[in-house]
């Protein structure tokens, strides 16, 4: 389980006029809320809060939370972003409690490099790169290593086939394909120099125009 400290400080004014202000003075508006406490507001330091984020994977990380000078820990539970500027916008902390399990989306990690790769020329394609757990706060896994070493073309891997420590609930379902080993498509390359053969172009076929018909029939008559 990984571990950060940050700090933040609460606040009581709310309301977005509050929150343009807070972005505007660098600040991020953000709120703590748990299974046995009413949800506070709080304000984060935008670039500290940025900085803490180059350094860990915030859907894993236990974030020890000082509140002035009151410490939770905590997990972020949602960034909000700007659509287009992706700026942070705004914040969302869970209080964690011992012994209370709470759902997190641990990523998988694929190890090796699979015999079907290597000696049978397919690729792997990585179908799923997270899984959806139930477990307790204490025993948030940084991620899931997944062997494919030994996988072969046409075989796959799926969830019931990740190993997770005891205490740990996998809620996706078992059958789920995580990754698999195929040949890739094949791609029909033209031969040098050979041009592709233009398409013959139909005779034109149309009904002569009436003065062309008269013509036509004047030469005829002629011609007796």
């Known amino acids: 389980m990984a571990t950060a400290q940050f700090s933040a400080s609460a606040r009581t004014l709310s309301g977005k006029g509050t929150a343009r202000k807070l972005r505007a003075a660098g600040q991020i508006p953000a709120i703590i809320y748990g299974h046995k406490r009413e949800a506070a507001s709080l304000t ?17 990380t236990v974030i020890e939370l000082d509140v002035d000078g009151k410490t939770s ?15 942070i916008l705004h914040v969302d ?25 290597r000696l049978g020329g397919g690729i792997l394609d990585e179908t799923v790169r997270e899984l959806h ?35 740990v609930t996998v809620l996706d379902d078992p059958g789920g394909t995580i990754c698999v080993c195929m040949i890739p498509k094949e791609v029909v390359e033209p031969v040098a120099g050979e041009a592709a053969a233009a398409p013959a172009e139909p005779e034109l076929i149309r009904k002569p125009k009436a003065d062309e018909e008269g013509a036509a029939v004047e030469g005829a008559e002629e011609k007796k």
């Open 44 to 60: 984060l330091d935008a670039h500290k809060l940025g900085r803490l984020l180059e350094k860990i994977s915030y859907t894993t």
């Open 73 to 87: 820990r905590t997990l972020i539970r949602e960034i909000q972003r700007h659509p287009v500027k992706r700026d």
């Open 93 to 117: 902390f869970q209080e964690l409690v011992a012994g209370e399990k709470i759902t997190v989306r641990i990523p998988l990690k694929f190890v090796g490099t699979p015999d079907g790769v």
């Open 133 to 167: 757990i139930s477990v307790d706060p204490a025993d948030i896994p940084n991620r899931f290593d997944v062997d494919v070493t030994s996988l072969q073309v046409g075989k796959s891997l799926h969830v019931r086939d990740v190993k997770v420590p005891a205490g």
